[in-house]
C-alpha cells in the first residue's frame, strides 16, 4: 500500500507562489512516474504536470508551461510542484498520484493512468 502526502497549499495573493511538496511511502517509488493534478469546485480534476520515474522527463499542462516546476528527490520519496506567477486561476485543491505502471510512458493527461492518490492541499489565489 502506498501513502501520498500533500503540504504546501495555502492563500497567496496573485504573482506570488508557493511550493508544494508529495511526501511518498514505499520502497520502489524512483520506479514510478509521479503527477500533480488540481480539481477546483465544479469542474474536472485536471491534469497539471507529471516527470518520470528518474526525473529525466516532464510534461506539462500548457496554461502552467513556464510558471511551474514539478521536481523529484528520489532519496526523500518527494515530488515538489514550484508554483510562480500565480494567477486566481489557479485557485484548486492540489492532488499528487502515482502512475499505475512504471516505466517509460508518453502520456500522462488521464486520472485513470494513476492508482495511488494524495488527499489534497487547497491554493487559493487572490485577485
Known amino acids: 500500500q502506498v501513502q501520498l502526502v500533500e503540504s504546501g497549499g495555502g492563500l497567496v495573493q496573485a504573482g506570488g507562489s508557493l511550493r508544494l511538496s508529495c511526501a511518498a511511502s514505499g520502497r520502489t517509488f524512483s520506479s514510478y512516474g509521479m503527477a500533480w493534478f488540481r480539481q477546483a469546485p465544479g469542474k474536472e480534476r485536471e491534469f497539471v504536470a507529471a516527470i518520470s520515474g528518474s526525473g529525466s522527463s516532464t510534461s506539462y499542462k500548457d496554461s502552467v508551461k513556464g510558471r511551474f516546476t514539478i521536481s523529484r528527490d528520489n532519496a526523500k520519496n518527494t515530488v515538489y510542484l514550484q508554483m510562480n506567477s500565480l494567477k486566481p486561476e489557479d485557485t484548486a485543491a492540489y492532488y499528487c498520484?502515482?502512475?499505475?505502471?512504471?516505466?517509460?510512458?508518453?502520456?500522462?493527461?488521464?486520472?485513470?493512468?494513476?492508482?495511488?492518490w494524495g488527499q489534497g492541499t487547497q491554493v487559493t489565489v487572490s485577485s
Open positions: 498520484a502515482r502512475v499505475a505502471t512504471p516505466g517509460y510512458r508518453t502520456t500522462w493527461e488521464s486520472p485513470w493512468d494513476y492508482d495511488y
